[in-house]
């Protein structure tokens, strides 16, 4: 048995007034409680620093540097990592990342139990738009403020378990999850911000959006055999609702652990990363059974190409 308790720490809304400071007082809460019950590892939501500002248009560059950290740590998230070491948990989390040489990332990054960064991953797959959309009931302007992740999607050994991470709308894309499959992943950790309404389909019931979400996560576990946490940033951000719905899900692609409401929340399970194993020998036992020759179109072509 290979047991990692985990805590999925959803968080509720975080407004466009509120400090960076602020939001990392309400990490440490749930970093305590989650001390208290245990947790080894405790996995935060997309870019969980601050309100979702991908909604907002900004033309003026000094004004989205203002999003940005520049440093991980820095003087904002230093207590977070230093609490993380005092209570051997290991961290992920989300936050807009940018370089020294100036580019701008939706990145996540991973610890160890002592708070060291680990891993790192860059955001692959950006939804929404890069200019202002009046067709758009609001906006989603991950493609002007972000470049594409450059990193791939690496796995990392940690807490003796093999470890990756993907972030929000990744969630929805098998390749991601085949990809870390192919290098064994026992836990894919990921956060996220979703809207609760759909912005070009108006009606769109929140039922069916949560519904996605699980399915694409369900999914995504038991084709790789893996344990999947989902974490959510939640509620009314300035009027825009997002939804909860934070999971654990198991290898069978069972739900095991989910949040009942829209603030912050930790929710938790103890995972046998041994429970993987079975999946992973068996149906899925990806050497054994997978045709690559069938499977070139996958990387060679991006949209549909339609027969004659
Ligand atoms: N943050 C993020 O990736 N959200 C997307 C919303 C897509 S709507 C343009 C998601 O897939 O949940």
Known sequence: MREIVIGGAQMGPIQKADSREAVVERMLKLLSQAKVAGCDLVVFPELCLTTFFPRWYMEDQSEVDGWFEHAMPNDATAPLFTAARSAGIAISFGYAEATAEGQYFNTS????SEANIIGKYRKVHLPGHSEFDTER?????E?????????????????????GMCICNDRRWPEVYRVMGLQGVELVMLGYNTPSLNSQLAGEALERRLYHSDLSMTSGAYQNSTWVVGVAKAGDEDSHPLMAGSIIVDPN????ARASGEGDELIIHACDMDACNFGKSTVFDFGRHRRIEHYARICEQTGVELPD
């Open 109 to 112: 990054i991973l610890t160890d």
């Open 137 to 141: 009931a609001f906006q989603h302007l």
């Open 143 to 163: 493609k002007r403020y972000f470049a594409p992740g450059d990193l791939g999607f690496p796995v990392w050994r940690n807490m003796d378990a093999i470890m």
């Open 253 to 256: 692609g069972y739900v095991v």
